[in-house]
Every structure is written in C-alpha cells, then in structure tokens.
C-alpha cells in the first residue's frame, strides 16, 4: 500500500506533487492568442510517484513529469506524462519508493542495491537533432515523443556516450545548431572528473574530453559564448564519506573557494584557466558573450547555495540564499587570476533566460521569476524584464498567493528583432489551486497577461521549459 506524503516543505502547496496523468484538448483561453504562436511548450519538473524512503529527500530528486502545451490556430491542447525511467517503472510495479534519497544504498530497498534507476529525467527538457529529450545532472537524457510524450528510453547518441552522462543544461548554439554540454562526477560518486563534449546539428557527438575540477562540486549549469565555454566550480560540494555516513550528500563548503574555468572551445581542455572569486554560488546563468578581448556573463549569484545545508547538516541562513543578476567580467588580457563582479539588479530571481537566438552573443533583453519580500527563492510572483540599453525594469507583480515557473521567449517570427515576442510561463492559482498557461507580450510585461489557457489542476513548480516551433 502506498504511503501518504509527508508534511515536509518540499510536498506542501504546489510543491506536492499530482497523483495523476491528464490530457485536455482544449482548454478553456482567457484573452486572445496571438496567431504566431504555433507550436509547443514542454515543461519538465519534479513529481514523485511514492512518499520517500527517509528523511533526506529533496526537491531536486524527485520523479519527472512533462508537461506539454500544444499550440495552434488559437487552441490550446495539454498532457502531462511521467518519464518512464528504469527507478519510475521498477518502483510502479512495486507500488512503493525503492530508492533512497540521492539513490543512497543505506536506505535503498535490498531489492534495487547494485541497480542504476536510470536517474530522475527530471529538470530541463530540450528539442535536438530532432529528439526531444528530458535531462537531469546525473544521467544519460531520455528520448521522448514529441506529440504522445510516450518515453522512448535512455539515448546515448547512437553508442557515444554509452555509460556516460549528460548535464541538464545543454547549450545549443544559434549560429552553428551545435550542442555543446558537459557533466561532472563521470569517474564515480563525487569523484572531480568532468567531461566536455559537443554535438553537430543532428546530434552526432563530435567532441568529448575529460579534465579534472579543483573539487567536486554541484556543477549544475555553464556557460559558452562564440568561442569560450565556462566552467563554474563553487563550493556546493559533494561527499561519498558524508553521505554513508547518514550525513548531507552535497553541503555548502565555501572553504573550498570558487573557481571559473575558461577554455576556448576550439582547444584543448588541458589549456583551461582558472579564475577565483570569494565563495558564492549560481545554478543559472542567463547569457554570456564577448566583448573588447573581455567574456561578459550575467548570472544569478547567491552569496550560498540555497536549500541545501553545511556539511554537518546545519542550515544555511535564509538571509544569504536569495540570488541577484551579477556581472562577471573576466579579462582574458589580464595576468590576474581573478574577475570582476558586479550586481545588476536588486530584487532576488532565479531562471533567469534571454531570447535564443542570441545565446552565446551580445544581447539587449533578460527574463527571469522574482520574489518580493522573500529570503528564499522558493515561489516567485513576479515576472521581469530587463532591458539592457536603456537599464530599464518592467515588472509585473502576480496577485496575492499566486506564483510563476520560469518564463520561456518565444520570438513573433523567426526575423523578428531580438525581444519581438512572447513570454510563456505556467501560472499557480493559490485560492483555486489550479494552474494557468500564461502568454505575455514581452516587450509589455508590466500589463500582465495578453492570453491565459486555464487548467483545472496544478502544474507542481518545476525547473525549466523549452518551446518548439511547429
């Protein structure tokens, strides 16, 4: 028998996850679609199926769910779906959680200890080489179909990362169609060993390298401009001693130091150089490019990694966790180790993102979720945007209790100046406690929405989305 869900921060409100799959043809809309909408949102986002095994579980580990909303003609059709892992099916038929938290094999069923689950799928969701795949850090992504979302299983790009593992974060360059990614720990459980590796526009691997790190360390996301790709090591550490030990598998360690490594991408990962910077952290950047023999990156920056604690378990202060947009200038002239940081902007974000055509390239216009009045960046009500040339702020403040998953551009044409478009981002009803698909002009986000496609459940808060055009 499946046991009830406990009362954790992490499985209240719309952190709790659905019980259920759905599908919805036509959802009531609200306001008028604009007609170059033509195509489909995917959201992905932690969803457990079973109440967890111990103590320890995590916002972050949960099971994936897609949601997908097909747009067309001004009509909105929905359906949500599980990704299928190995851990999602070995678990569905048991009916009950079999991993411990983080896969620990201390509170593991003894029915799965020695088995890979296949990870979680459950973070970012991307089209590529024409598959769709759901991401998580630790694993292999997995192919799902498109329309059905139907799981198509782990894709190790036709045997050349066979064994490995991808990041949840892969960048996709606008000018070439290549991806470019990496992922850390490939030697083992929180072993320094990182890979870096890049895709041609149909997704064959062209390129794949191992260096080592200064530490292990949560490396959840990088950058790449044109001809530079970034590596952030901050001290989010992660410990195989600590967690057999029943202690926190990755803590907050600023000890450790902060490094950014920074490689050309055409060189060789030997000649990476380390830069160093007081201890702070990031899981999202929002662009980065190059400017004057000088790398430009703006960044949502913590002063420490947010709800994860010290190494003895300890709590983070609430007061640091909050993350502002910060500048990191590195001046690749320079004979110094270090770079500059400056902050941007005021109110706390996160999921900061940017028109993507211009990933990797100088840009006008940022996008992110806020928070007001909150330490942690937990629900956000407050949709941004940032115009860089003028320094301006538009915001639009959701009402009391309501909060928005992380904004998604969406240009009116693929011409279309940078910033001519559209932000989609589903919306949490609070009073109703139900969710909304939100479509704002993104250049009058101030005026709130200009279209809102209503569901009569709840997306659960997620991680990140992406938007194929039809």
């Known amino acids: 028998m499946s046991q009830p869900f406990p009362e954790t921060p992490f499985f209240r409100g719309n952190f709790a996850p659905i019980t259920f799959e759905a599908e919805a043809d036509n959802l009531p809309v609200r306001g008028e679609l604009p007609k170059a909408l033509q195509g489909t949102l995917y959201r992905n ?130 000018e070439t169609g290549e991806m470019v990614f990496f992922a850390y720990s490939v030697g ?50 992660g410990s195989l001693e600590r967690a057999t030990a029943g202690k926190p598998a990755f803590a907050w360690e600023p000890a450790k130091g902060a490094y950014v490594g920074v490689m050309q991408r055409a060189a060789a990962v030997s000649t990476i150089r380390w830069f160093q910077c007081e201890p ?43 993350a502002r947009l910060t500048r990191w200038t590195f001046d690749l002239a320079s004979n110094s180790d270090s770079f500059d940081r400056a902050q941007i902007d005021d109110l706390s974000g996160e999921f900061p993102r940017l028109d993507e055509r211009f990933a990797g390239l100088p840009y006008r216009h940022g996008y992110y979720a806020a928070a007001a009045g909150r330490d942690l960046n937990a629900e956000f009500n407050i949709l941004a945007h940032l115009d860089y040339t003028t320094g301006t702020r538009r915001i639009y403040r959701l009402p009391d209790g309501d909060s928005t998953s992380e904004p998604v551009f969406v240009p009116a044409r693929q011409d279309a100046p ?28 101030d005026r709130g929405p200009i279209a809102l496609a209503e569901l009569s459940h709840r997306v659960p808060h997620g991680f990140h989305g992406n938007w194929r055009q039809a």
């Open 45 to 174: 986002g932690p969803n457990p199926q079973f109440a967890p095994r111990d103590a320890n579980h995590h916002w972050f580990i949960g099971d994936g769910m897609v949601h997908a909303f097909h747009i067309a003609d001004g009509r909105v059709a929905y359906r949500n779906r599980w990704v299928r892992t190995p851990k999602w099916r070995l678990e569905h038929d048991a009916r009950r959680a079999l991993f411990g938290s983080w896969s620990n094999p201390l509170t593991s069923d003894p029915s799965v200890i020695g088995k890979d689950g296949g990870g979680s799928a459950n973070t970012n969701i991307i089209w590529h080489g024409n598959k769709l795949l759901a991401l998580e850090e630790a694993h292999l992504p997995v192919a799902l179909d498109p329309e059905t979302l139907a799981t198509e299983g782990a894709w190790d790009f036709a045997g050349a990362l066979k064994g490995g593992k991808v990041t949840a974060h892969p960048k996709c360059d606008p």
């Open 188 to 237: 083992g459980f929180f072993t320094q060993t990182m890979v870096y590796g890049v895709t041609d526009k149909t997704g064959r691997v062209t390129r794949l390298d191992r260096f080592e790190a200064p530490y292990t360390s949560m490396v959840h996301d990088f950058l790449v401009t044109r001809n530079y790709v970034l590596f952030p090591i901050l001290p989010l550490t």
């Open 280 to 322: 702070c952290y990031v899981f999202h950047p929002m662009n980065a490019y190059e400017e004057d023999g000088k790398i430009v990156a703006d960044v949502m920056q913590y002063e420490s990694a947010p709800l994860f604690p010290g190494p003895d378990g300890t709590p983070i202060s609430p007061r640091t966790a909050g």
């Open 418 to 445: 940078e910033g001519d478009g559209y932000l989609l981002a589903t919306i949490y009803r609070a009073a109703d406690k139900r969710s909304d698909l939100a479509v704002f002009d993104a250049a009058s986000v």
